[in-house]
């Protein structure tokens, strides 16, 4: 019996990978961070071969650091940060350029030159995106564009395009096989979500040939083995998703209306719509969220640019704060926030407001304006945020989530998790493991190879930390959302030509 699941999560700034045992519970971990580059204001760029090397290295020691075989694992799954975008050369494996990373921006003016409401309307139908620089076909299409012979050898079927996943499971393959999943092609604004297939017309609007693509495939599958010269012996590769994906399935969102919220550096919530793609009027993404077993589940998804990162700005710009950890006991040492509200409208605010113009606002100062009620509000800040996404979702979805699941560093802040559960007068729900990511991505590739033989089995797994019950009164829920609002809109449209 083969006694673990590998998890491959391949972020933004550091590889990691996490075995998993039977009960979903991580018997062992490592990580290694790679280069950010930097090119010039607004650009982005990995090394996808030290992508690669720092994942085969952490792969090769959280085996070792607990004895363990390639044929102690049973499967592996992937998870990965999404839109990020490779272009090799089939034959040598070598990428033609540096993988363009799904921050950089280096595409807008490319975006508002094709961007008529005609083209705008016909990726929001088919993708469920909205035209922007964060996906991955005008990243494609840069590289084609800019790399010299690059069209010409795409065109002549010489290079081939990936996101992450893509990429890694082409090396573990020794360039086998060449796939994406589901999940993650949703993300390149080239994929039909409805069809599942790439799209004519995007593929043609950006120009790009359909022989450099991956095949799109199942999101819990046996895609291939991994070389021998890997770990030592065949390992299959059966799952894959992209971060956010990922984290809705290992928090066991499984059915439609479940949904998770992540507080990271941004804040992403994700609502599992079940086989129906809902279409935002509020500023939300469609996505898929898997494929499984021939079914797909589709997502709704809303980002927030600063969430935990407003904590790393009072640490390390303000300094009024030696760890992110302070911030919980700080803000418990004050009443109330004595009127203070702190939008973190640092690089404008995404979903639902859109305002690319906005910026950070503090309202509500007094005389007697202690440290303690400006950490309290930055902290506020998150869960009024959250609450503004999870308005948007009520609203397009007709009515309330049905569960509201947390993860992410800051969700360990018990002073936010009690806020949050009050502001959205709804119980929170803190799973006793955080590294949902991984464990999604270990789960999807389990079920593939009967490692665990149901989705009743995984939920038999569940363990929660803790439930945060809502226990203000609704008046005065009421009147914080107001004054929130009010300091939203005072941040609004602040830059001015
Ligand atoms: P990411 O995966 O986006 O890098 P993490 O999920 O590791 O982020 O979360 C880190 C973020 O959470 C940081 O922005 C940090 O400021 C914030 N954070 C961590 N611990 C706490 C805490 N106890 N209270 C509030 N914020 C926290």
Redesign the pocket.
Request: net charge negative; hydrophobic share 30%; no cysteine.
């Given at each position: 019996m083969k006694q673990y699941v590998m998890a491959i999560d391949q972020?933004t700034?550091s590889s990691r990978c996490v075995l998993y045992n039977k009960k979903g519970a991580m018997v062992s971990m490592a990580q290694k961070e790679f280069t950010q580059i930097y090119p010039q204001p607004g650009w982005v760029e990995h090394n996808a071969e030290e992508i690669w090397e720092t994942q085969l290295f952490v792969c090769r020691e959280a085996l070792a650091k607990i004895g363990a075989f390639w044929d102690d694992i049973a499967a592996i799954g992937i998870t990965n940060q999404r839109e990020t975008t490779i272009v090799w050369d089939k034959t040598t494996g070598k990428p033609v350029y540096n993988a363009i990373v799904w921050q950089c921006r280096r595409t807008a003016e490319f975006c508002n030159e094709i961007g008529t409401e005609e083209v705008r309307n016909m990726i929001r139908e088919k993708t469920g995106l909205i035209l922007d620089p964060y996906f991955s076909g005008t990243k494609i299409h840069w590289i084609l564009d800019h790399v010299e012979g690059a069209r010409e050898r795409a065109e002549n079927g010489e290079l081939l395009f990936g996101t992450i996943e893509t990429w890694l499971i082409w090396n573990l393959t020794g360039g086998r096989v060449h796939v994406t999943d589901h999940s993650n092609a949703a993300r390149t604004m080239l994929f039909n979500i409805h069809t599942l297939q790439w799209d004519e017309d995007l593929l043609q609007l950006l120009d790009i040939p359909a022989c450099m693509l991956p095949q799109p495939v199942e999101n819990s599958a046996v895609y291939g083995e991994t070389e021998d010269a890997m770990f030592g012996g065949p390992v299959p590769i059966a799952g894959a998703a992209g971060d956010q994906q990922a984290a809705l399935f290992g928090q066991l969102c499984f059915e439609e209306q479940e949904g998770k919220m992540?507080?990271?550096?941004?804040g992403f919530m994700l609502l599992n719509t079940g086989d129906r793609v809902i279409t935002s009027e509020n500023g939300l993404l469609s996505t898929v969220g898997w494929t499984l077993q021939g079914k797909t589940s589709y997502a709704m998804e809303g980002s927030i640019f600063v969430?935990?990162?407003v904590?790393?700005w009072l640490?390390d710009e303000l300094g009024i704060l030696k760890s992110?950890?302070e911030?919980?006991e700080l803000a418990a040492s004050v009443e109330d926030n004595a009127g203070v509200y702190l939008v973190p409208a640092f690089t404008g605010l995404g979903a639902p407001h859109w305002d690319p113009f906005a910026r950070g606002t503090i309202c509500g100062l007094t005389r007697g304006t202690k440290r303690a009620h400006i950490v309290r509000a930055a902290?506020e800040s998150m869960a009024y945020q959250t609450v503004d996404l999870s308005a948007a979702m009520k609203e397009d979805l007709g009515h309330p989530l049905k569960t509201f699941k947390v993860d992410?560093?800051?969700c360990?802040?018990d002073f936010?998790m009690q806020f949050q559960a009050d502001m959205l007068d709804t119980a929170v729900v803190r799973p006793a493991v955080v590294e949902t990511t991984s464990l999604g991505a270990a789960y999807l590739a389990g079920l593939a190879v009967g490692y665990w033989d149901s989705l009743d089995e995984i939920k038999a797994n569940e363990q929660f930390d803790r439930v945060f019950q809502p226990q203000m009164e609704e008046q005065k829920r009421r009147k914080m959302i107001e004054d929130w609002h009010e300091a939203v809109r005072r941040s609004g449209g602040w830059i001015r030509e």
């Open positions: 972020g700034t992540t507080y990271g550096t941004g969430e935990g990162a904590i790393q640490r992110a950890g911030s919980e902290l992410g560093g800051a360990a802040n936010l």
